[in-house]
């Protein structure tokens, strides 16, 4: 009865503990966001109004109308834009990504582990350093202004190898040499057999690299210059641009930005917490 007690007592302490690290960062990251919520559907007329009313006293689409309205701010154009650099290149890193970690998991060839240590290593370079270097080399390719600027520097997935490495070492050999035995090739092995057994790693992946896509500002305000070819966070700058802000767009643009990634946790949380939590398990 005494060691139940003690096991109900340490469960409620686990309990308030637990409660005690998370509330205050749930707390942290849904304020900001009810917050812009409150301002998107609030008229421009009642942004600044105090003290802050944590519900719109009078809702309105009316800045969501604008934004989508004004010829001069393509929000539309912006948003699909975004879409088309976020998917082509998360499809992009998902393939090098995946080829590259099964080669370093599956294929045996000279300075394969010294190849991936430098990898790993290059993982403490800070970005800034080859910053010049990548926007010297794409000017000089002639790919400024184009959405390969953003799609090839960001293929090479490091992390991206790693964690898909992880997972293929954990598919059993057996599976291959059964394969092999049937005739099939290393890439049919690789597309038929292995890829589909990291499904959820690949699901995580995805989704990081596509929000980082999603939300990355700085590398596109450097090689975007045509106002039609800007991707959503950088047309975003516009919306708070000039002597007078107008909040109600800059807060109707920045929940129709933070709609996609909030939806996409929603339906793909299970497989992030999947592919994060099974990485390493059969590492070596």
Do not use: C
């Not at 390719?141 to 490091?158: F, K, V």
């Not at 800059?250 to 929940?255: E, I, K, L, R, T």
Request: aromatic residues 14%.
């Amino acid at each position: 009865m005494a060691a139940l007690n003690y096991a109900q007592r340490r469960k409620i302490r686990d309990s308030i503990l637990f409660w005690a690290i998370l509330l205050p960062l749930a707390i942290t990251v849904i304020v900001p966001l009810w917050y812009l919520t409150d301002m998107a559907f609030t008229p421009e007329q009642n942004q600044l109004s105090w003290p802050i009313s944590w519900l719109p006293q009078s809702p309105t689409l009316a800045n969501f109308f604008r934004i989508f309205s004004d010829g001069t701010l393509p929000l539309a154009r912006w948003f699909g834009n975004s879409v088309l650099v976020a998917t082509v290149g998360t499809l992009v890193v998902l393939f090098l990504s995946s080829l590259s970690a099964y080669a370093f998991a599956r294929l045996e060839f000279p300075g394969r582990d010294f190849l991936f240590s430098m990898l790993i290593f290059s993982l403490m370079i800070p970005g800034a350093v080859t910053l010049i270097p990548a926007f010297l080399l794409l000017r000089d390719l002639h790919l400024l202004d184009t959405y390969q600027a953003i799609w090839w520097p960001g293929a090479a997935s490091i992390g991206g190898i790693f964690l898909l490495r992880q997972h293929f070492f954990s598919i059993p050999k057996d599976l291959e040499d059964a394969a092999f035995m049937d005739g099939a090739n290393r890439f049919r092995i690789y597309w038929n057999i292995s890829l589909p057994l990291v499904r959820s790693a690949l699901v995580a992946l995805g989704i990081f690299t596509f929000l980082g896509f999603w939300n990355d500002l700085f590398w596109p305000l450097i090689v975007l210059s045509e106002r039609a070819t800007l991707t959503l966070p950088v047309g975003l700058l516009i919306l708070i641009q000039g002597s007078y802000i107008q909040r109600g767009l800059a807060f109707s643009g920045a929940f129709v930005a933070s709609a996609p990634p909030l939806i996409l946790y929603a339906i793909f949380q299970r497989q992030i917490i999947e592919g994060i939590t099974t990485a390493g398990l059969a590492g070596r």
